[in-house]
């Protein structure tokens, strides 16, 4: 009989375990659903950004276009290269996530 009781305690201890831990994991899940939703809020904003500097490559280059007819190609380079940079460590960023 004793033996059944200490049977008993142990299966409570471990059933109260248990339960501890799935309110934890709980906890966890929702915590990385609100994690995911930031991240993916984040990467659509970069994804914007991205998109706008695309958008402003398109404008120097056309720019570059008309430049070069006077001879101001060099500047114009240069800024589409730092754009280009810019772009690099947006999807760089984006790839993270």
């Known amino acids: ?12 201890k471990r059933i109260y375990e248990v339960v501890d831990d799935r309110n934890r994991l709980a906890v966890t899940v929702e915590k990385l659903k609100r994690d995911k939703e930031k991240l993916a809020a984040d990467k659509k904003e970069l994804e914007e950004v991205i998109s706008g500097l695309e958008k402003r490559i398109r404008v120097l280059e056309l720019s570059v276009g008309f430049n070069s007819v006077s001879g101001g190609m060099r500047p114009a380079r240069d800024r589409v290269n730092k754009l280009l940079r810019e772009v690099d460590k947006c999807l760089d960023l984006m790839n993270k996530y």
């Open 1 to 12: 009989m004793e033996e059944a009781k200490r049977i008993i305690e142990r299966l409570k």
